[in-house]
């Protein structure tokens, strides 16, 4: 069985830093790119960043540029999202997600999220 | 980027009745060298994570019922349910794949009449 799980969210003032984390199982890991999605209390969904199967495309969301980085460990099955300078805006519900290959960006499955609070 | 415009924002279906939901994507989601729409929908009920219920625009994931059906092809798209149960009640979104960044639709909310 899939199983994603994040972990690493809290609550954290302005302009601090958060890393998350997710470790997966249940499927061969590096044969998929992996992504970010968010969703804000009570709106839509965002995507926040992509990162293909060997770390060699990467995207970002202009709302997190600059201030976030993906990044994944093959051999530990993890996904990580460094994320600097928050602001209030980035409070949300975080989703670790795979895609459906290795460059495949269709979303097949999710984790439970994690939540990010950014307030003083 | 490519904003995709989901209508209604909610609707109201008794059940038994089918729903149906649109989304437009403001270019085209179909690449054509391998002539497949790069489109998912997803079903998200309170509390859960979304569940992806349609892939390649008419493609039904394993397990999903098939009172869920998608079509369309280019900018237009459909999710249809034929006869709403209970449990569909949920927001639905649709996805594209094909540029980035990947977006989603606002989310079209669906309950019981």
């Known amino acids: 069985e899939v199983q994603l799980v994040e972990s690493g969210g809290g609550l954290v003032q302005p302009g601090r830093s958060l890393r998350l984390s997710c470790t997966a199982s249940?499927?061969?890991?590096?044969?998929?790119?992996m992504q970010w999605v968010r969703q804000a209390p009570g709106k839509g969904l965002e995507w926040v960043s992509s990162?293909?199967?060997?770390?060699?495309?990467?995207a970002y969301a202009d709302s997190v540029k600059g201030r976030f980085t993906i990044s994944r460990d093959n051999a530990k099955k993890s996904l990580f999202l460094q994320m600097n300078s928050l602001r209030p805006e980035d409070t949300a519900l975080y989703y670790c997600?795979?895609?459906?290959?290795?460059?495949?960006?269709?979303?097949?499955?999710w984790g439970q999220g994690i939540l990010v609070t950014v307030s003083s | 980027d490519i904003v995709m415009t989901q209508s209604p924002d909610s609707l109201a279906v008794s059940l038994g009745e089918r729903a149906t939901i649109n989304c437009k994507s403001s270019?085209?989601?179909?690449?054509?060298?391998?002539?497949?729409?790069?489109l998912g929908w997803y079903q998200q009920k309170p509390g859960q994570p979304p569940k992806l219920l349609i892939s390649w625009a008419s493609s039904r994931e394993s397990g999903v019922p098939d009172r869920f059906s998608g079509s369309g092809s280019g900018t237009d798209f459909t999710l249809t349910i034929s006869s709403l149960q209970a449990e569909d009640v949920a927001v639905y979104y649709c996805h594209q794949y094909y540029g980035t960044p990947p977006t989603f639709g606002q989310g079209t909310k669906v309950e019981i009449k």
């Open positions: 990162i293909n199967w060997n770390s060699g495309r990467i």
């Open positions: 997600v795979r895609g459906c290959g290795g460059e495949c960006y269709l979303v097949d499955r």
């Open positions: 270019q085209s989601v179909l690449y054509s060298s391998n002539n497949k729409n790069f």
């Open positions: 249940g499927f061969k890991y590096d044969d998929y790119a």
